[in-house]
């Protein structure tokens, strides 16, 4: 299958002017959330982060766009000019005079020459992408480049497209000044009789003159855009994309000033490949020497793009591999300073550069240029007056801020926050930042409840969770779940096939996307969490409520067997046979029925990995200076009880499968497997633990094959899989 991309001739500079994009590289293994409450001063004094194609399209251009881009929907540009060419064609044929066999013939052997063109360029463009891969084998047996054979025009035809046919003929053959003098015939026509392909030929002479006389190519290109303007048919975008190819024309003689310009006007047609060409094109200036620069920093519009990049960089407080260096960035803000200190475009954003790269003077001095209405001003003067230890004020700041955002993303069954926001800075939303920066000073000023609120407002499930968890008291959780998230009636399951089929995709997905809440959403998070905190504290009948539809039932069955395995007034048996139940019932499900959301279980991440804990950073009293644990929080820690071993549902399930085994016989070999097993579920972690029931199982049950396995090995032997009580495989653990 040939692979028809784009046209060489007519490509309107979707990846600009022959810039190629960056290819993006993803690490591989679980993407991790991001948190605040273990990042110190960080957390506030941390830059907003930058979108550089939100802060270039923010650029005040003057005059009005008069250019619109018309990119193919699919992508492949060389079958959108052959169509419109044809279609043209055509309809320059009925007003002919030709008879409608005389048309037919002519269209005919257009088309055969146009799909010839066509396949030549598929065939081309296939050929580049092998070499460019290293897929044609030994040099004496690589593939001749493709070659497009010469092509008599047919008589008859309009002489417009007669000429523009030949031109691209000899275009596509490398025979340049041949095809010149075809788009020059063309023009030199009366206006009336060129009025479907002028600005295709002068386009075309633009293209032609690019790497040979960049001068000629930008004359030819600004050209295209003014007989655009005169009415000559433009129907493929050629004047939107003369502008990337006139910019690179003007960067192969260093002229960024122009170059940029020429770009940030494409990127107004529609074209947003126009916003890669930027981004390459600063790449390649801030490289220059400092003349170069301090020139482009007396440009406005040049000078706003390079700002814009380098702010979207993120600066060293925030992504120091990858942003420039900082001696460069203090060239270039003192170049800036230095074209004009009193009244720079865009002084907000390099207020924002300056913080970026803490030169706090510079940032309070372009801020004090900025309208202070500004989100982004506000922001900074919010950051400022942290970074001076003034919290009272800057929460103000912050709390009005935040007003100016959608307020609607957190609702009881929404988990769009935590898709948009669980793995990388760079994915989230300046409200959810300032959400979670809100939450940050209500924790440092003893505002517990109003912290977790805030925190869950910005999708960040892991600090909100450590406030659930480790911070407020039962009591206090209990009222906010009940008030914010009440228990919702259960919804009818879907009947269409298709829709639970997306349903189990989600959850397909949904099962990579490490600490943030499941598919069902805040609110049954949030109920789940305080379930299963009820139940450690074994306040049973509270907890029953909270769990979602799916473990309610388990848990019932598990409180089932566990009281029945405690009534003295049943045989020993019936309880042993009920305590082997609910201590594997602990032991499979007992993530989901008991385990922590934080450490030592680990819940958020599926029990299957571990991050610092953020109860041990906060329950010291060093670190940060702006918004430091407190006392009164420290001493909730340290009041706080929670199981200390991971996974300590396994010690939970070990314990009642001991209570079975010591109502059980002696010398039986169900009590063998019994004390096997619930030995093997602690063993490989906790050897000095499970040593009771490799001892029980050898003084009790001696006789038994297990017994004996046991007493030849020092340990516990392997099982087979018919002889666990539970075979279910644990979803949560390796």
Same mark, same amino acid.
């Given at each position: 299958?040939?692979?028809?991309?784009?046209?060489l001739e007519?490509?309107?500079?979707?990846i600009?002017?022959?810039?190629?994009?960056?290819?993006? &590289?993803?690490?591989?293994?679980?993407?991790f959330?991001?948190?605040?409450?273990?990042?110190?001063d960080?957390?506030?004094?941390?830059?907003?982060?930058?979108? =550089? !194609?939100?802060?270039?399209?923010q650029?005040?251009?003057?005059?009005?766009a008069d250019?619109?881009?018309l990119?193919p929907?699919?992508?492949?540009?060389?079958?959108?000019?052959?169509?419109?060419d044809?279609?043209e064609?055509?309809? %320059?044929?009925?007003k002919s005079?030709?008879?409608?066999?005389?048309r037919?013939a002519?269209?005919?052997?257009?088309?055969?020459?146009r799909e010839?063109?066509w396949d =030549?360029?598929?065939?081309?463009?296939?050929?580049q992408l092998?070499?460019?891969y290293g897929?044609t084998?030994?040099?004496?047996?690589?593939?001749?480049?493709p070659?497009?054979?010469?092509?008599e025009?047919?008589?008859g035809?309009?002489?417009?497209?007669a000429?523009y046919?030949?031109g691209?003929?000899?275009?596509?053959r490398?025979e340049h000044?041949?095809a010149?003098?075809? /788009?020059?015939?063309l023009?030199d026509r009366p206006a009336?009789?060129r009025?479907?392909?002028?600005?295709?030929?002068a386009?075309?002479?633009g293209r032609?003159?690019?790497?040979e006389?960049?001068n000629?190519?930008v004359?030819?290109?600004e050209k295209?855009?003014a007989?655009?303007?005169?009415?000559?048919?433009?129907?493929?975008?050629?004047a939107?994309?003369?502008?990337g190819?006139?910019a690179?024309?003007? *960067?192969?003689?260093?002229r960024?000033a122009e170059a940029? !310009?020429?770009?940030?006007r494409?990127?107004?047609?529609?074209?947003?490949g126009?916003?890669?060409?930027?981004r390459?094109t600063?790449?390649?200036l801030? +490289?220059?020497?400092q003349?170069i620069l301090?020139?482009?920093a007396?440009d406005?519009?040049?000078?706003q793009v390079?700002t814009?990049?380098?702010v979207?960089?993120?600066?060293?407080?925030?992504?120091p591999w990858?942003a420039?260096?900082q001696k460069l960035?203090?060239v270039w803000l003192?170049?800036v300073?230095k074209?004009d &200190?009193?009244?720079?475009p865009?002084?907000g954003r390099?207020?924002w550069?300056?913080?970026?790269?803490?030169?706090?003077?510079?940032?309070?001095?372009?801020?004090?240029?900025?309208?202070?209405?500004?989100?982004?001003?506000?922001?900074?003067?919010?950051k400022?007056?942290?970074?001076?230890?003034?919290?009272e004020?800057a929460?103000?700041?912050?709390?009005?801020l935040?007003?100016? =955002?959608?307020?609607?993303?957190t609702?009881?069954?929404?988990?769009?926050v =935590? &898709?948009?926001?669980?793995?990388?800075w760079?994915d989230?939303p300046?409200?959810?930042? *300032?959400?979670g920066?809100?939450?940050?000073?209500?924790?440092?000023r003893h505002q517990?409840?109003e912290?977790?609120d805030?925190?869950?407002?910005g999708?960040?499930w892991m600090?909100? %969770?450590?406030v659930?968890?480790?911070?407020l008291?039962?009591?206090e959780?209990?009222?906010?779940v009940?008030?914010?998230?009440p228990?919702?009636?259960?919804?009818a399951?879907?009947?269409?096939?298709?829709?639970k089929?997306e349903?189990?995709?989600?959850?397909?997905?949904?099962e990579y996307?490490?600490g943030?809440?499941?598919p069902?959403?805040? %609110?049954?998070?949030?109920?789940?969490?305080?379930?299963?905190? *009820?139940?450690?504290e074994?306040?049973?009948?509270?907890?029953?409520?909270y769990y979602p539809?799916?473990?309610?039932?388990v848990?019932d069955n598990?409180?089932?067997?566990?009281r029945a395995?405690?009534?003295?007034?049943?045989? +020993?048996?019936?309880?042993?046979?009920?305590?082997?139940?609910?201590?594997?019932?602990?032991?499979?499900d007992?993530?989901?029925?008991?385990g922590?959301e934080?450490?030592?279980?680990?819940s958020s991440?599926?029990?299957?990995?571990e991050m610092?804990?953020a109860?041990?950073?906060?329950?010291?009293?060093g670190?940060a200076?702006?918004?430091?644990s407190?006392?009164?929080?420290?001493?909730?820690l340290?009041?706080h009880?929670?199981?200390?071993?991971r /996974?300590?549902?396994?010690y939970?399930? %070990?314990?009642l &499968?001991?209570q079975?085994?010591?109502?059980?016989p002696?010398e039986?070999?169900?009590t063998a497997?019994?004390l096997c097993?619930?030995g093997? /579920?602690?063993?490989?972690?906790d050897?000095?633990?499970?040593d009771?029931?490799?001892?029980?199982l050898?003084r009790?049950?001696?006789?038994t094959?297990?017994g004996?396995?046991?007493d030849?090995l020092?340990w516990?032997p392997?099982? +087979?899989?018919?002889?666990?009580?539970?075979?279910?495989?644990?979803?949560?653990?390796?």
């Amino acid at each position: 299958m040939r692979l028809r991309w784009y046209s060489l001739e007519l490509a309107a500079a979707v990846i600009v002017a022959g810039w190629l994009s960056p290819t993006v &590289a993803w690490a591989c293994g679980p993407n991790f959330p991001n948190r605040l409450l273990t990042d110190g001063d960080n957390a506030v004094l941390k830059p907003p982060t930058a979108d =550089f !194609t939100v802060e270039v399209d923010q650029i005040q251009l003057p005059g009005k766009a008069d250019m619109i881009a018309l990119l193919p929907e699919d992508g492949n540009k060389s079958r959108q000019t052959t169509d419109t060419d044809l279609t043209e064609l055509r309809e %320059a044929l009925q007003k002919s005079g030709l008879t409608a066999t005389e048309r037919d013939a002519l269209f005919s052997r257009y088309q055969d020459i146009r799909e010839q063109i066509w396949d =030549f360029l598929a065939d081309q463009d296939e050929h580049q992408l092998r070499r460019s891969y290293g897929l044609t084998g030994q040099p004496e047996s690589q593939p001749a480049e493709p070659t497009l054979e010469d092509f008599e025009i047919p008589k008859g035809l309009p002489a417009e497209f007669a000429d523009y046919l030949q031109g691209a003929v000899a275009y596509h053959r490398k025979e340049h000044e041949r095809a010149r003098q075809s /788009w020059t015939r063309l023009l030199d026509r009366p206006a009336d009789d060129r009025r479907n392909r002028s600005v295709w030929a002068a386009y075309m002479l633009g293209r032609s003159w690019v790497e040979e006389d960049p001068n000629k190519a930008v004359l030819w290109f600004e050209k295209t855009r003014a007989l655009a303007r005169e009415g000559f048919r433009d129907s493929t975008g050629l004047a939107a994309a003369s502008l990337g190819w006139q910019a690179r024309a003007e *960067l192969q003689q260093k002229r960024y000033a122009e170059a940029l !310009t020429l770009y940030l006007r494409q990127s107004r047609t529609g074209d947003d490949g126009a916003h890669v060409s930027l981004r390459m094109t600063v790449e390649r200036l801030l +490289k220059e020497n400092q003349a170069i620069l301090a020139g482009i920093a007396a440009d406005p519009l040049a000078q706003q793009v390079v700002t814009a990049y380098i702010v979207a960089r993120g600066g060293p407080r925030w992504i120091p591999w990858g942003a420039p260096d900082q001696k460069l960035v203090m060239v270039w803000l003192r170049a800036v300073e230095k074209a004009d &200190a009193r009244d720079v475009p865009g002084a907000g954003r390099l207020a924002w550069l300056a913080y970026q790269y803490d030169d706090m003077p510079s940032a309070r001095r372009w801020l004090a240029l900025t309208p202070q209405d500004l989100p982004i001003a506000r922001w900074l003067r919010a950051k400022l007056l942290l970074y001076d230890g003034k919290i009272e004020p800057a929460a103000a700041i912050l709390a009005d801020l935040v007003k100016l =955002f959608p307020q609607d993303e957190t609702g009881p069954d929404s988990s769009s926050v =935590f &898709a948009a926001h669980a793995v990388e800075w760079e994915d989230a939303p300046a409200h959810l930042m *300032l959400w979670g920066e809100i939450g940050v000073l209500h924790m440092a000023r003893h505002q517990y409840v109003e912290a977790m609120d805030a925190l869950l407002r910005g999708g960040y499930w892991m600090d909100a %969770a450590y406030v659930a968890e480790r911070v407020l008291t039962i009591s206090e959780l209990k009222r906010y779940v009940d008030a914010r998230y009440p228990r919702q009636p259960n919804t009818a399951p879907s009947s269409r096939p298709e829709k639970k089929q997306e349903d189990e995709q989600d959850e397909l997905e949904q099962e990579y996307r490490f600490g943030t809440p499941g598919p069902l959403g805040l %609110a049954s998070a949030m109920r789940h969490l305080l379930a299963r905190r *009820l139940a450690r504290e074994k306040r049973w009948d509270e907890a029953r409520a909270y769990y979602p539809d799916k473990w309610r039932e388990v848990f019932d069955n598990y409180m089932t067997a566990l009281r029945a395995g405690h009534d003295t007034g049943k045989s +020993k048996e019936h309880r042993a046979e009920s305590l082997m139940e609910a201590a594997a019932i602990a032991r499979w499900d007992g993530m989901d029925l008991l385990g922590t959301e934080l450490e030592p279980d680990w819940s958020s991440l599926q029990g299957s990995f571990e991050m610092e804990a953020a109860s041990e950073v906060r329950a010291e009293a060093g670190g940060a200076k702006v918004v430091p644990s407190s006392t009164d929080e420290r001493r909730r820690l340290r009041q706080h009880v929670e199981p200390r071993k991971r /996974w300590h549902y396994r010690y939970i399930a %070990a314990d009642l &499968a001991w209570q079975a085994a010591e109502l059980m016989p002696n010398e039986s070999e169900e009590t063998a497997r019994l004390l096997c097993e619930a030995g093997s /579920w602690i063993k490989a972690r906790d050897p000095k633990a499970a040593d009771r029931f490799y001892k029980a199982l050898v003084r009790r049950c001696g006789k038994t094959e297990l017994g004996k396995k046991a007493d030849k090995l020092r340990w516990f032997p392997p099982l +087979k899989a018919d002889e666990w009580t539970e075979t279910q495989p644990d979803e949560h653990e390796p």
